[in-house]
């Protein structure tokens, strides 16, 4: 079992900047790869950005250059660092992990951009 807790969520201008991070359970995070995903009203759950346990990344084209995700293996937490946010960024985001035969998620944090 791993869980995972968000936080960091909430109200910004268009513009600005929010930093998210989640905290999983367990001993093994360092093995873990990462995720980050985001659903809007009416949309899809979408693949924002993953981080490997080496620390390689990857993001979707709607958020390279202004997102960036980390991690802190000694505290066991996941990071994404989101700048220039635009209105089209509003959803909730979620951090996943896959591990095991399982798919584990957090509660996910609510983000909203204002135009």
């Known amino acids: 079992q791993v869980q995972l807790v968000e936080s960091g969520g909430g109200l910004v201008q268009a513009g600005g900047s929010l930093r998210l991070s989640c905290a999983a359970s367990g001993s093994l995070f360092s093995l873990y790869v990462m995720n980050w995903y985001r659903q809007a009203p009416g949309k899809q759950r979408e693949l924002v950005a993953t981080?490997?346990?080496?620390?390689?990344?990857n993001y979707a084209d709607s958020v390279k250059g202004r997102f960036t995700i980390s991690r802190d293996n000694a505290k066991s937490t996941v990071y994404l660092q989101m700048n220039s946010l635009k209105p089209e960024d509003t959803a909730v985001y979620y951090c996943?992990?896959?591990?095991?035969?399982?798919?584990?998620w957090g509660q996910g944090t609510q983000v909203t951009v204002s135009s």
């Open positions: 996943n992990v896959f591990w095991g035969r399982d798919d584990y």
């Open positions: 981080i490997t346990r080496g620390g390689s990344t």
